[in-house]
């Protein structure tokens, strides 16, 4: 009942729910049911695609929780994704066990390949699942939690916060890509087996990570939607709009910004975790300050402050990158620039304020 | 000896370390009848002396009006009372026990001081309900306010203060739609929900109608006696129909206190102030 009272008076939220709900039936069904030569048929292939975009939604809705409703912009949400990534990514490299190239039953190859005799502190307990992922969202949250003490204490807002949070996924970037990390440098981790005994090339475990991502989305959306629709939420966009007000007013600004900026990295590391089974690989350019720049972009495609607009924006974006890159690979970033440059400029409300406009006329 | 002693005195059983004091939630203590106690405050931008050597004190239940040129330091005594700006020298209590240097900004609104800028600041992008509903005294920690509840009483106090700051028809409106002196009462409304025992008010009829202003005027004066009121104004005329004493600064310390018309007829503040605006 309290989910309900959370929809209440947000149509484009039970919108979007039921399109989500309608997809997570429907792609399996088509792609099981249906034989290729049906022109309604979903190729594994696609079932894969989606389930990587809806991860990508899942992001897009951590960031716009941050920048739409708190007005921090980060540019560094990537990290967060990518952590949740590394951390899954620990995990399924743990599942390989002998079937490695090298044949080591405890040791991924990169670190035979290194001449290395143990496996690393930092990779014990990644055998099991259940604290795998406790530590995709333990990771990410802690960094946001120690990152986000440091930077509201200091009282560092706008712009040079954007700065220091790219500067924060550059420096994790440069920090991964070194072999001697042990998060296997430059190639990351991939050759993935399978996830909690289910080989990852099977049709059915790809139609459950879709599934699960559908599902993650759902969630993560209500989740936020409480923050938002509760009094903390209200605080926030006061904290947005007038943060010394706020501040006077009685509020721990500092204290509300780092529950929230974490609660979203929290979210980007479950969309990474996600992710990463998926495409099946994880490497260092996950944090790559472009990354991060770009689910702004998806966001402010969108539309900022709406949550809904921000994952329909991810998925528009997305699938414009998977449609370019294939057909004109030069042309895609150009395109990516000229889009984000038209809806500053033409949609300062995204594509959803076309939408949320013409509700109110009527 | 003198370190046996030293040890001696660490080691008394009644003493009570400095930070083993509780310095927020306190209920502040004006048994004295005094709220607010500036003491040989000085504060210094780039060696420019915004405050020097200020004393000032203001009495429960007071309404006090300051004046004074431009510059004479009337915010920057406001950014030093809420927090905003750490003073080099002097003290600030609260009443007799609060330590207001020692505090942050939403500590000391929460030990009960309110403040309303010289440009009137509302919450935008919420109703005015919402506005009065954010600034309500209660619980201001993150998890008390995720789960937050409007009861009943705090609906109707809310509907009060609406009907005090007479905007009870703007209700549901947008507070980014509001004229500019609506803004400034909004504003004040919000203080009266933080529910403060001393109002720190900014200029608070800048911007404002003649028919605005009487009606601010009567709002500030009902609000003396339950509250105290410090209110910095420029202008003489709504100085003159609300003050009972006014306190004139200049270069950062007290010129002259007393009554307006005693004020008006110190010769030093007629030469450093009311002299350059004429007869104002």
Known sequence: MKMLNVLKADRGGQIFLLLLLLIAVVVPLLNQFTTADNPLHISTYT??????????????????????????????????????????????????GERGVYGDPLLPDFMVFLNWDSLPWFWHGFDMFWFAMLMVMVVPGVLAFVFGWLAFRSRVTGVYLSIITQALTYALMLAFFRNEMGFGGNNGLTDFKDILGFSLQEDSTRIALFVASALALALGYLACRLIVTSRLGRVAVAIR?????????????????????????????????????????????????????????????????????????????????????????????????????????????????????????? | MKALDQLRNTMRRDRVFDFMLQTSGLEVDVSHGTILYLEDISVSFDGFKAINNLNLYIDAGELRCIIGPNGAGKTTMMDIITGKTRPDTGSAYFGQNIDLLHLTEPDIAQAGIGRKFQKPTV????????????????????????????HSQQLERIDEVLETIGLQEHRYQLAGSLSHGQKQWLEIGMLLMQDPKL???????????????????????????????????????????????????????VLAEGSMNEVQNDPRVVEVYLGEQGEA
């Not at chain 2, 919450?123 to 995720?146: I, Q, Y």
């Not at chain 2, 005027?217 to 105290?228: F, M, N």
């Not at chain 2, 410090?230 to 004139?248: G, L």
């Open chain 1, 47 to 96: 079932v894969a695609l989606l389930g990587k975009y809806l991860a990508f939604a899942l992001l897009a809705v951590a960031v716009d929780l941050v920048w739409g409703y708190l007005g921090i912009l980060s540019l560094g949400h990537g990290a967060f994704f990518a952590l949740g990534g590394y951390a899954m990514g620990m995990y399924l490299m743990r599942q390989i």
């Open chain 2, 123 to 150: 919450f935008e992008s919420h109703t005015l309900f919402e506005n009065l509903e954010l600034a309500m005294a209660g619980d201001k920690r993150v998890w008390p306010t995720l789960f937050a509840r409007l």
């Open chain 1, 241 to 362: 709009d007038a943060e010394d007000r706020t501040r006077f007013t009685g509020y721990k600004v500092e204290h509300v910004k780092l529950a929230i900026f974490t609660f979203s990295a929290v979210l980007a590391g479950i969309a990474g975790a996600l992710y990463v089974p998926q495409v099946g690989i994880i490497n260092p350019g996950e944090f790559s300050p472009l990354n991060s720049i770009e689910i702004v972009i998806w966001v402010a495609v969108g539309g900022r402050a709406t949550l809904y607009g921000a994952a329909a924006g991810a998925l528009m974006v997305n699938y414009g990158k998977t449609y370019f890159t294939a057909a004109l690979p030069e042309v895609w970033l150009f395109a990516l620039g000229a889009l984000f440059v038209l809806v500053t400029i033409f949609l300062p409300k995204g594509v959803i304020g076309l939408f949320r406009a013409k509700d109110k006329q009527t």
């Open chain 2, 199 to 253: 109002l720190l008010v900014d200029e608070p009829v800048a911007g404002m109608t003649h028919q605005e202003m009487d009606r601010t005027a009567e709002l500030l004066t009902s609000l003396a006696g339950q509250h105290s009121v410090v209110v910095v104004e420029h202008d003489m005329d709504f100085v003159r129909s609300i003050a009972r004493k006014v306190t004139v600064l200049h270069q950062g310390s």
